[in-house]
């Protein structure tokens, strides 16, 4: 038996806007043998014990603390940190702007679209910002990409250096959110916050 007692030089960051797909690829690095890392408010269930394997935090941006607790910005330096390992590596999820700002909505994550799409361009500024401060290498994997082609989970684990003979099952929500209300044929665009004092339609700052 493998005895687990050292300490890891790589460890990963899985960082995405809310509903981007950062948990399933953040599963994906797990079943490849990284470890979960459980810092408050991280991924679920108890933290494993440090052992050899390389860590994962997984954060969304930003990140909901249920059933009704604050949501929080992650700050990528602080999370390369507590990683505590030589060399990290970031994994930024995407997915189609409008299903992702859909899906927000109706899993309760924003009240509305608006504030979908105002939190969607902030994550996005947050994490490759610090990403930038922090140095640290990243590669993009977009959902849809991710839930169609089993090639594009297995290149993703190969680039992360992790061995690629594990999958999970996954399943494409784009297309129940283009069947509703949000995204449908009827939808109408939602305009975002704006800041107080911003002329009606357009000219005004994001309040983000």
């Known amino acids: 038996m493998a005895l687990h007692n050292q ?9 995405g806007p809310e509903s981007s797909g950062t ?14 890392t459980a810092v408050v408010g991280g991924d ?29 910005w992650p700050d990528v330096p602080a999370l390369v940190g507590a ?4 060399e990290a590596v970031a994994v930024v999820t995407t997915r189609d702007w ?13 009240p509305d679209l608006g504030r979908a799409y105002a939190n969607l361009r902030r994550a996005y500024r947050q994490i490759f910002g610090g990403i930038v401060a922090s140095g640290i290498p990243f590669v993009v994997s977009a959902y849809e990409a991710f839930v169609a082609r089993r090639d594009h989970r297995r290149l993703l684990l190969r680039s992360l250096g ?13 297309d129940a959110r283009y069947a509703g ?21 357009g000219g005004g700052k994001l309040r983000v």
């Open 98 to 110: 409008f299903a992702t700002a859909a899906s927000q909505v109706d899993r309760g994550h924003v």
């Open 23 to 36: 948990r399933m690829t953040a599963r994906l690095l797990v079943l490849a043998g990284c470890r979960p």
């Open 162 to 174: 992790l061995p690629d003979g594990v999958d999970l099952d996954v399943f494409d929500g784009n």
């Open 44 to 72: 679920d269930g108890p933290e494993p014990p440090p052992d050899d394997r390389p860590p994962v935090i997984r954060r969304s941006a930003p990140h909901w603390h249920p059933p009704a607790g604050p949501h929080e």
């Open 7 to 15: 300490r890891p030089s790589r460890g990963f960051l899985v960082l």
């Open 83 to 86: 990683l505590d390992v030589d």
């Open 181 to 201: 209300s949000r995204c449908g044929p009827d939808a109408a665009w939602a305009g975002e916050p704006r800041e107080a004092g911003s002329p009606p339609g």
